[in-house]
């Protein structure tokens, strides 16, 4: 919420903003053998990688502010997205990253890995988080609300 | 139990404006959004509902009949009008920015207790298609 200004609390929302990143990556580790690697990872082991065009949905929950109609302001949190995410991340090989130096840098692993980061954001609680890897695969982490 | 989501679509123009505060105020937070000319979208709603399935019909709801329940409450109002100006809960005086979050909420009241055999269980706005809020009824 922008700084100086007064709100009060009314019902609680949720508000989904999604940004698009695009990063290779590699599904190798140390611990299997070159053919275990093989085996379990198939043609995401191959040496060279390969690469994604990520979406990623990042849902914020909490009261809709009454002066303002939102949950949160979306400029600040395009902003932590572009700082934390997008120029950390989009354009990169994430085997080559530090936070990918002993973990696999699955798209499970990434979406844990982006829900962490997204806890630092202060304007709003982020509920949940999920990303696409493909059209055909996407994952999420985060509350179960809206049951069903 | 099972839902059921039905898409709707309608376009709208809106402005956000806080009367309670100075122009300087409102264009601090709210930035283009502010233009009190109006600008718009293209929303589409998406409405789940929660029910038992008929064993006779196999339905939960009639679709036909949802679809009718969505024009009627929501897109004859909104579609191809003014927020702020012409749909009475964004009216001035109200206090009601027409936010996506509010635009959900504002949904949410319009059709709850008319779905017949089913229980509304989200209301979801796309403002576009990389911003959009869910509404699940909570105070």
């Known amino acids: ?148 | 139990m099972i839902l059921l989501t039905r898409k709707a679509e309608f376009s709208s123009a809106h402005y956000y404006w806080n009367e309670a505060w100075t122009e300087d105020e409102n264009r601090r937070v709210f930035g283009r959004c502010a233009n009190k000319n109006g600008h718009g979208h293209n929303y589409t709603l998406e409405v789940t509902v929660a029910g038992e399935v008929d064993p006779v019909s196999g339905f939960v709801v009639d679709l036909k009949e949802l679809k009718e329940i969505l024009e009627r409450e929501v897109v004859s109002v909104y579609d191809h009008r003014h927020l702020n100006l012409e749909v009475a809960e964004f009216a001035a005086g109200t206090g009601m920015v027409p936010t996506t979050e509010n635009i959900a909420i504002a949904i949410w009241r319009r059709l709850e207790g008319k779905i017949p055999h089913a229980k509304l269980h989200r209301v979801r706005v796309y403002e576009m298609d990389d911003l959009f809020a869910d509404y699940y009824g909570e105070r």
């Open chain 1, 1 to 148: 919420m922008a700084a100086g200004v007064a709100t009060s609390a009314g019902p609680k929302a949720y508000l989904s903003r999604r940004y698009r990143l695009s990063a290779s990556h590699r599904l190798h580790t140390e611990a299997y053998s070159a053919e275990e690697n093989r085996a379990v990872y198939g043609k995401c082991n191959n040496p060279h990688g390969h690469g994604h065009n990520y979406a990623v949905e990042v849902t914020l929950g909490g009261p809709v502010h009454a002066e303002t109609g939102m949950v949160c302001d979306l400029g600040d949190l395009d902003e932590f997205a572009r700082t934390h995410l997008l120029e950390r991340f989009d354009g990169m090989n994430l085997n080559t990253l530090e936070e990918f130096r002993e973990l696999v840098p699955t798209t499970e692993n990434f979406t844990r890995m982006v829900h962490r980061i997204f806890q630092g954001f202060r304007g709003a609680r982020v509920v949940r988080v999920r990303i696409e890897e493909t059209g055909n695969n996407s994952f999420e982490i985060g509350d179960q609300f809206g049951r069903g």
